[in-house]
């Protein structure tokens, strides 16, 4: 069984348009985490969310945002995509929170904004 | 600023041994961690070190030194799979986990 899957791997969609990936997470984990991987392979965290507590790294637009129906899922919603969205989107778990924990990656999203 | 710095890329040969170094200047510190990244795959989990020293696990090993601001990851009796980029990631005084942009490290008959 995956431990953490997202959906779509690839995403193909025109500018000024709004999508959604989404993140689901097996392994009972407390904290789950959206990274963007850009095209220099640097990975940035984007929002990290723990119980209900969300932490938005301040440097992310607010065009995405962060939905968790449950602990088990944290889908990334964005708002009026733009050229420069295109990266590689990574969703992440990891048991409690702490951030010495083992983080556990999904298989990645590979966004294009054409 | 916090920084991390890490080779573009190296080779090196099956059954030899390769050292991938990192150096780190970040706000505090709270440990490090090594991460494999094959093409296209989301990066696993390799190490953590928050104390200097050498921690063996199996074919690879992680050496920190905090007064250096340094660290290495060692692989031995390299295969062709270990084929990959290996991302150095630093916690600092604020618990973020600050990433480098990895090494990628090709392997040769």
């Known amino acids: 069984d995956t431990a953490v899957s997202q959906t779509p791997k690839y995403l193909v969609t025109q500018m000024g348009n709004d999508k959604s990936i989404k993140c689901e997470q097996n392994l009972g984990h407390d904290t789950m985490y959206w990274y963007k991987q850009d095209s220099k392979k640097f990975l940035k965290i984007m929002f990290s969310?723990?119980?209900?507590?969300?932490?938005i790294n301040e440097t992310v637009p607010n065009r995405f945002s962060p939905k968790s129906p449950d602990k088990a899922h944290l889908n990334l919603h964005i708002n009026s995509l733009e050229l420069g969205d295109s990266a590689v989107y990574f969703c992440a778990s990891s048991l409690m929170g702490q951030i010495t924990d083992t983080q556990y990656f999904g298989p990645g999203t590979r966004l294009t904004v054409l | 600023g916090q920084n991390i710095d890490q080779p573009t890329e190296m080779t090196a040969t099956e059954g030899a041994i390769v050292q991938i170094n990192c150096t780190y200047q970040?706000?505090?510190?709270?440990?490090l961690f090594w991460y494999q990244q094959h093409a296209g795959e989301a990066p696993t989990f390799l190490s953590y070190n928050v104390l200097d020293g050498l921690e063996e696990k199996g074919r690879f090993s992680s050496f920190l030194s905090r007064s250096k601001g340094y660290s290495y990851l060692l692989l031995k009796e390299l295969q062709m799979k270990d084929s990959a980029s290996y991302l150095c990631a630093v916690l600092d005084s604020n618990y973020q986990l600050i990433w480098g942009a990895g090494t990628k490290l090709i392997i040769k008959p």
């Open positions: 969310y723990n119980n209900k507590e969300l932490i």
């Open positions: 970040t706000s505090g510190f709270n440990g």
